[in-house]
């Protein structure tokens, strides 16, 4: 079946500092990444995407990199800031409609 | 909008009652789903909708059963409580569910703890 990991499971940056996390994905065939941010005690809220026709997408302060060849993703924060201390998870969508297969979670802890 | 609402918040059973988890969605959003997440952990699909009158199982769909009678409604049932679906349950939903408006809205969550 699909799975979907990550590398470390914390994360600890300065403030200011780029941040990045990593995903390892599994099913060569998904074609659609997501990174999701989750504060304590609220739902995942969606950060960036990216398709499987993309090696890079930028939004603000973050940019997602996809490297097929490895199946491996990467959101790369910029000027990290204490809002931004939150669980990080990756998913991708896999077969058939809208379903998402989650990483297990990376916590990123900003030291002001 | 209110985007995707969940009640209740949190819950408590004992071991083998039943209950309804609402989820409502007033975007007109197409797709709508149900994910556990458990400590330490992701979230895994339990069941999903593409459209009004349409289910499918997720990847942990056992004890649970949904309907979805309209298309802002998807309410996730609990048939016999167990401990192990001690959990906390989110709620997404999406504009489509295939296609480029596939962004998927997550709910607040509701915290179930079954002793």
């Known amino acids: 079946g699909e799975s979907v990991g990550l590398h470390l499971p914390t994360l600890s940056v300065q403030e200011g500092d780029n941040s990045i996390i990593n995903c390892a994905y599994s099913?060569?065939?998904?074609?659609?990444f997501i990174w999701y941010k989750q504060e304590s005690g609220k739902g995942p809220q969606f950060i960036i995407d990216?398709?499987?026709?993309?090696d890079k997408r930028q939004g603000q302060r973050v940019t997602v990199l996809l490297n097929k060849t490895v199946k491996h993703l990467s959101l790369q924060i910029a000027a990290t800031q204490p809002g931004d201390s939150a669980v990080y998870f990756c998913?991708?969508?896999?077969?058939?409609?809208?379903?998402?297969?989650f990483g297990t979670g990376t916590r990123l802890t900003v030291i002001p | 909008n209110a985007g995707v609402t969940q009640t209740p918040k949190f819950q408590v059973l004992k071991t083998g009652q039943s209950m309804t988890l609402q989820c409502a969605q007033d975007?007109?959003?197409?797709?709508m789903s149900w994910y556990r997440q458990d400590p330490g952990m992701g979230l895994r699909l339990i069941h999903y909708?593409?459209?009004?009158?349409?289910?499918d199982q997720g990847e942990v769909p056992n004890g649970y059963n949904v309907s979805r009678s309209t298309t802002e409604d998807f309410p996730l049932r609990l048939l016999s409580a167990a401990p192990s679906q001690t959990s906390v349950y989110f709620c997404?939903?999406?504009?489509?569910?295939?296609?480029?408006?596939?962004?998927?809205?997550f709910g607040p969550g509701t915290r179930l703890t079954v002793l």
């Open positions: 997404a939903s999406s504009y489509e569910a295939r296609g480029q408006y596939n962004e998927q809205f």
């Open positions: 099913n060569s065939a998904s074609d659609y």
């Open positions: 990216i398709r499987s026709n993309m």
């Open positions: 998913a991708e969508n896999g077969a058939g409609a809208n379903n998402l297969f």
């Open positions: 975007m007109n959003h197409e797709y």
């Open positions: 909708s593409v459209g009004a009158g349409i289910t």
